[in-house]
């Protein structure tokens, strides 16, 4: 007879449907096997002949382990964010820079390391990680030592508006995806260091491999001003890294055929978008990019207003990212849930919880198994506990309790 755990708790948050107090959660090993309230999930399952092992949480609350779709985790020792808030996007990159040469390839596995726990510990249970040349996924992201049981999918960062390097970049994105492992994407990195032909020849490999692509686009004002103008912060930033080409930049850098570009894919993933217009928000409903919100690095950042009730009035995908501890204090995925609910009181709490579970799951097309807490996904649920019985199911958006992943 097959051992089933029946977690009872004060409330349980499918996602796929509505809230239920007193509910429970059924799962085996691997897959959830019944979801409800907890007197008929205990009935039904009393007639299978199962081996129950009847677990209660009378104040935890049970959603679906959380989705963090965006972040760099290399920087994942870093204390605090870096330089002040406010700080512009040229200058932030100006401290990275600093950071990275800091780093050997030991350090920057032991921070990887130390990210992916600080994940796990906060309830997320799928990772969309940008990764930086030269990384390998199984030494570096311990992908066969299934620790911390999280499911990573590893964007290779690629960048250069030098075209005489599209081979080299191209014997680099296709040495990532052979290695042998799943949830392997590519990742063109900016509209500012990414030259339009790299972006159409990653998007021409994702498409012929089924890879998922990652790109920050339209981040800050000055890119913006960059694509219309060649002018302003991010120019300087070039001239002083030795990398600024002027006639590198064409008809072709601009958001609109970035969109397009991504468009062409049905696995495209569109990071940040804080600048997008109305057209181009539409334009990117149209073509089913998902947009991926950071929410506390746009804080960081001090851009303006998000256009997140926009994005999902048009029905647009949005799934939420940490980005990494070098513009967020931590990676705690429901501090991000949080910030929104604060920043946007519009936005109904169930919808709030989607976008950090199910859209998260679909951004990354890991929805068969994580996202929402239905029969038949798999058993990687979260907890948010509380000491008393809380009376509102959506309590936790405004509690300080992490979640963690069930045990
Ligand atoms: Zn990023």
Same mark, same amino acid.
Request: net charge negative; with cysteine.
């Given at each position: 007879?097959?051992?089933?755990?029946?977690?009872?708790?004060? *409330?349980?948050?499918?996602?796929?449907?509505?809230?239920?107090?007193?509910?429970?959660?059924?799962?085996?090993?691997?897959? /959830?096997?019944?979801?409800?309230?907890?007197?008929?999930?205990? +009935?039904?399952?009393?007639?299978?002949?199962?081996?129950?092992?009847?677990?209660?949480?009378?104040?935890?609350?049970? $959603?679906?382990?959380?989705?963090?779709?965006?972040?760099?985790?290399?920087?994942?020792?870093?204390?605090?964010?870096?330089?002040?808030?406010?700080?512009?996007?040229?200058?932030?990159? !100006?401290?990275?820079?600093?950071?990275?040469?800091?780093?050997?390839?030991? @350090?920057?596995?032991?921070?990887?390391? @130390?990210?992916? =726990?600080?994940? &796990?510990?906060?309830?997320?249970?799928?990772?969309?990680?940008?990764?930086?040349?030269?990384?390998?996924?199984?030494?570096? &992201?311990?992908?066969?030592?299934?620790?911390?049981? $999280?499911? =990573?999918?590893?964007?290779?960062?690629?960048?250069?508006?030098?075209?005489?390097?599209?081979?080299?970049?191209?014997?680099?994105?296709?040495?990532?995806?052979?290695?042998?492992? /799943?949830?392997?994407?590519?990742?063109?990195?900016? #509209?500012?260091?990414?030259?339009?032909?790299? %972006?159409?020849?990653?998007?021409?490999?994702?498409?012929?491999?089924?890879? #998922?692509?990652?790109?920050?686009?339209?981040?800050?004002?000055?890119? %913006?001003?960059?694509?219309?103008?060649?002018?302003? =912060?991010?120019?300087?930033?070039?001239?002083?890294?030795?990398?600024?080409?002027?006639?590198?930049?064409?008809?072709?850098? @601009? $958001? +609109?055929?970035?969109?397009?570009?991504?468009?062409?894919?049905?696995?495209?993933?569109?990071?940040?978008?804080? &600048?997008?217009?109305?057209?181009?928000?539409?334009?990117?409903?149209?073509?089913? $990019?998902?947009?991926?919100?950071?929410?506390?690095?746009? !804080?960081?950042?001090?851009?303006?207003? &998000?256009?997140?009730?926009?994005?999902?009035?048009?029905?647009?995908?949005?799934?939420?990212?940490?980005?990494?501890? !070098?513009?967020?204090?931590?990676?705690?995925? %429901?501090?991000?849930?949080?910030? /929104?609910?604060?920043?946007? #009181?519009?936005?109904? #709490?169930?919808?709030?919880?989607?976008?950090?579970?199910?859209?998260?799951? /679909?951004?990354?097309?890991?929805?068969?198994?994580?996202?929402?807490?239905?029969?038949?996904?798999? @058993?990687?649920?979260?907890?948010?506990?509380?000491?008393?019985?809380?009376?509102?199911?959506? *309590?936790?958006?405004?509690?300080?309790?992490?979640?963690?992943?069930?045990?």
């Amino acid at each position: 007879m097959p051992s089933v755990r029946v977690i009872c708790a004060n *409330w349980i948050l499918p996602v796929s449907s509505p809230p239920i107090r007193n509910g429970a959660v059924a799962i085996t090993a691997d897959q /959830i096997v019944a979801v409800g309230d907890r007197v008929s999930v205990l +009935d039904t399952l009393s007639t299978t002949g199962s081996d129950l092992a009847v677990e209660e949480h009378p104040h935890a609350t049970i $959603i679906p382990g959380l989705i963090n779709a965006h972040t760099h985790l290399e920087f994942s020792h870093l204390q605090a964010p870096l330089g002040h808030k406010g700080i512009s996007l040229p200058d932030w990159i !100006a401290h990275v820079m600093g950071v990275r040469g800091e780093t050997d390839a030991d @350090s920057k596995r032991d921070s990887i390391q @130390s990210g992916l =726990k600080e994940l &796990y510990e906060t309830g997320t249970v799928a990772v969309g990680e940008i990764s930086t040349f030269p990384t390998t996924a199984v030494a570096d &992201y311990s992908i066969d030592a299934c620790q911390f049981h $999280i499911h =990573k999918t590893l964007f290779l960062e690629q960048l250069t508006r030098n075209l005489e390097l599209l081979p080299q970049r191209g014997a680099e994105a296709a040495a990532h995806l052979n290695q042998r492992c /799943i949830g392997l994407g590519l990742s063109p990195h900016a #509209p500012y260091s990414t030259h339009p032909d790299l %972006l159409k020849q990653i998007v021409d490999l994702a498409i012929e491999r089924n890879a #998922p692509l990652a790109m920050h686009v339209a981040e800050t004002k000055e890119e %913006l001003e960059l694509l219309e103008s060649r002018s302003g =912060k991010f120019v300087e930033l070039l001239q002083k890294l030795g990398v600024w080409k002027a006639d590198s930049f064409g008809d072709k850098d @601009s $958001i +609109d055929n970035i969109i397009e570009q991504l468009g062409r894919h049905n696995r495209s993933m569109l990071v940040h978008g804080n &600048y997008l217009n109305d057209r181009q928000l539409q334009r990117i409903s149209e073509l089913k $990019i998902t947009v991926v919100f950071c929410p506390r690095t746009h !804080a960081w950042f001090g851009h303006d207003q &998000y256009p997140l009730a926009r994005m999902l009035e048009l029905g647009i995908n949005v799934a939420i990212g940490t980005d990494s501890r !070098a513009s967020n204090p931590d990676l705690n995925l %429901l501090e991000e849930l949080r910030l /929104i609910s604060q920043t946007h #009181p519009n936005v109904l #709490p169930e919808t709030i919880l989607s976008l950090g579970t199910r859209c998260g799951a /679909i951004a990354l097309g890991v929805d068969q198994r994580f996202g929402t807490l239905e029969i038949g996904k798999g @058993s990687a649920i979260g907890v948010i506990d509380s000491d008393k019985d809380e009376h509102d199911p959506w *309590w936790w958006l405004t509690g300080k309790q992490a979640a963690s992943v069930l045990r």
